[in-house]
């Protein structure tokens, strides 16, 4: 793989006009496709074959339009003594209802005056829309109309907010992206000292960022994605993107200072750096695409369009990166190149200091880890719903003011469906449950043989409490019944993902143990760097529940209200930290493994390893860093979550971990830390990560030209 990448590098680099028309006819093209060819997309999620799902089809079958159409509710509230009962302000409200219904799309709009939804101190009430279609169908110019036929019948003092699937919108803000890029700008500068080698990766970052984000538009007109599929595949793609294009630049600039040109040099560069790229980048990919192994379609969906956008940016790096630094030349340099120094490198200082106390820095580091990492036990999962959208949203206004018009319950009812002779019997029963507020009376289906009763909790939508009174409706004995609704779909998608969790950890760390094995030819430094990667994996569980599940310095990152983290939250977090996890490990151990093969002793060859390693893994976590601290920003509270997760992670992952627990611990094991046994030494293939054998095929071609 090497020697076929070392070409490319060359003709990249020789034909690097033609290789910039390809990548620029590429973009054109997406865009075209992403204007002629996107849909809409959904910030609903659903599992097939679960109970609620089959439900929410028996809904459909049974009663009609049924469980998949969109639906809004539009809340009422007056203050002081008014009543929305008086004169003026019902016929605010009936007005609103009419000018509801006319609204594009709208099929029914039943009022609270119609379905007797009003509170008891007639201050706050709500109108259920009902729409033909489902939401992924709804466009923004519905919602806009909808919005703008309540806003316009406010008067009279009566307030109007919308809350529901329908009012959910994708928008996103730019600041994110734009900080961890001003962020990336200022470390590859202090990295680089030239302001073309730090464009360059941030340019061809973006490049591979667009390319990714106009095919996953052009997806959107064929597949059903979520609205938070683009911002997980912006931050990865601007991570790796910037990163791999780091490493390649690297080592071009290391091969021109050894005098040689810049063909070779960019050949040289991508046969081993850009070998490990290919091997990073797979690591990413393969965790991604493992998410289809949940069975869980939407994820599956996220996981794939997020590996597809990091494989652009690997295939950028090999072809585009290389045709720029053709046009940059050696302007890649700092104006003032020193041929020598001697000062000792960062990495070289780090490592004798770990090396000299690794007694004291392993167990400081995994003291660190283990405060970080202890308020996990305390973790709770759900999905997100309209209490967790900003406190000036209207969909959080509305939210609120349900829970304080009618109770915390009444923003999730539960749907119960069931046989009609057995309707009564099971309205009584569930009235006895615990933390049930209403059962109301029956509805029953035209044919006549099956019931729907609507149950509202006590508690709120992803409290324990209601979690418990589903599973106490399911396991109450009544024959046929289910039970459905938002709520129940939603509590059913958690305990699915759950349940996902360990399976998928167990293929991660699976296959973290058997590249790293074909890697560095070792047992024991794979199970070294999965157990640091659990480790990582979980200072960052710690981190998110002690901020937003328990609220401790929410103010600092503009947490407006905390609950159970997001259900999607871990499988992703140990997806994308583990393939960033094994990109550390294999650009500091992988020089460290050639050092001790070519006879240095096992500290030695540990020093060696962080002394070329060190300086650009640093710069490359602070870039990570960065870009995913960026969207801390955002509003949706799934990117906030995992923006803030993946950073505080890969700080743990690059800092503790990777430059301080694992020079320790290879220093304590010592010879013993590359030991395999002959017979696997035999039976697995050799992965030239590096580029080894390149280099020596190289310097022996250097070798025969040199003139006796």
């Known amino acids: 793989m090497a020697t076929l990448l070392y070409r490319l590098g060359r003709f990249s680099f020789r034909q690097r006009r033609l290789t910039l028309a390809v990548w620029v006819t590429v973009l054109a093209l997406f865009g075209i496709g992403a204007v002629t060819l996107s849909g809409p997309t959904s910030n609903a999620f659903s599992i097939p074959g679960t109970e609620s799902s089959r439900a929410m089809e028996v809904l459909e079958e049974k009663f009609g339009g049924g469980g998949d159409t969109a639906s809004a509710k539009v809340v009422f ?172 630049v690297s080592r071009f600039r290391h091969e021109l200072a050894e005098g040689r040109t810049g063909e070779e040099a960019a050949g040289r560069a991508v046969g081993t750096a850009g070998s490990a790229v290919v091997f990073a980048g797979l690591t990413v990919i393969i965790a991604l695409a493992a998410l289809s192994v949940t069975g869980i379609p939407f994820l599956a969906a996220m996981g794939w369009a997020a590996a597809a956008t990091v494989a ?227 200072a960052a569980f710690g981190a998110l529940v002690f901020i937003f599940q328990q609220g401790h310095l929410a103010g600092l990152i503009g947490l407006d209200s905390t609950g159970p983290l997001v259900s999607i939250m871990p499988i992703f977090l140990i997806g994308i930290l583990f393939g960033l996890a094994m990109d550390y490990e294999v650009f500091l151990v992988t020089r460290a493994r050639e050092e001790f093969v070519h006879g240095a002793g096992p500290d030695e060859a540990v020093i060696a390893g962080m002394s070329h390693g060190a300086r650009v893994v640093t710069a490359a976590a602070l870039i990570m860093m960065s870009v995913f601290a960026g969207f801390i920003l955002a509003d949706d509270t799934i990117i906030k979550m995992l923006g803030f997760g993946l950073a505080f992670g890969v700080a743990v992952d690059a800092f503790l971990v990777r430059m301080t627990i694992v020079p320790a611990v290879m220093s304590l094991l010592g010879r013993s830390a590359w030991w395999l046994p002959r017979w696997l030494d035999r039976i697995l293939p050799n992965v030239d990560v590096e580029g080894e054998r390149l280099t020596r095929q190289l310097a022996g071609a250097e070798r025969e030209r040199v003139p006796v």
């Open 77 to 248: 509230t007056v203050s002081g003594p008014a009543k929305l009962t008086g004169g003026e302000q019902r016929a605010v409200v009936d007005t609103a209802v009419a000018q509801l219904g006319k609204a594009p799309g709208v099929a029914t709009v039943t009022g609270p005056f119609e379905a007797k939804t009003i509170s008891q101190d007639q201050q706050t009430a709500y109108a259920t829309v009902t729409y033909a279609i489902p939401a992924a169908d709804i466009s923004v110019d519905d919602r806009k109309a909808l919005q703008e036929a309540g806003d316009r019948a406010e008067a009279a003092g009566v307030r109007i907010e919308f809350s529901g699937e329908v009012t959910q919108t994708a928008e996103q803000s730019h600041a994110a992206e734009a900080i961890g890029i001003a962020v990336a700008a200022l470390v590859l500068m202090l990295t680089f000292g030239s302001l073309v080698a730090a464009g360059l990766p941030l340019l061809t970052a973006l490049i591979g960022v667009g390319v990714g984000m106009l095919g996953i538009q052009i997806a959107t007109g064929f597949f059903d994605l979520s609205s938070s599929t683009s911002a997980l595949a912006t931050m990865l793609g601007l991570a790796v993107g910037i990163d791999y294009a780091l490493f390649v």
């Open 312 to 538: 652009v940016a690997v295939v950028i790096t090999l072809s585009l990166v290389p045709a720029l630094l053709g046009f940059a030349g050696r302007r890649i340099l700092p104006k003032r190149h020193r041929r020598a120094s001697a000062k000792v490198p960062f990495g070289e200082r780090w490592a004798r200091g770990v090396l000299r106390h690794r007694w004291a820095a392993l167990l400081v580091s995994l003291g660190l880890i283990a405060v970080a990492a202890w308020p996990a036990q305390d973790l709770r999962l759900a999905l997100p719903d309209d209490s967790t959208a900003a406190v000036d949203s209207t969909q959080r206004k509305a939210y609120d003011q349900l829970a304080e018009g009618f109770g915390a319950g009444s923003n999730g009812p539960l749907v119960v469906v069931l046989p009609a002779d057995s309707a009564e019997q099971a309205r009584q029963a569930i009235g006895r449950l615990t933390d049930v507020v209403m059962v109301t009376a029956p509805v029953v289906s035209p044919g006549g043989d099956t019931a729907m009763l609507t149950v509202v909790p006590a508690s709120a939508p992803t409290s324990e409490a209601t979690k418990d009174l589903v599973h106490a409706m399911r396991a109450s004995g009544i024959p046929g019944l289910a039970v459905t609704g938002t709520t129940a779909v939603n509590i059913d998608i958690s305990e699915k993902l759950s349940d996902a969790l360990i399976p998928y950890l167990a293929i991660v760390v699976g296959l973290a143990f058997v590249l790293l094995m074909l890697v560095f030819r070792s047992i024991v430094v794979p199970i070294k760097a999965t157990a640091g990667f659990l480790l990582s994996v979980a």
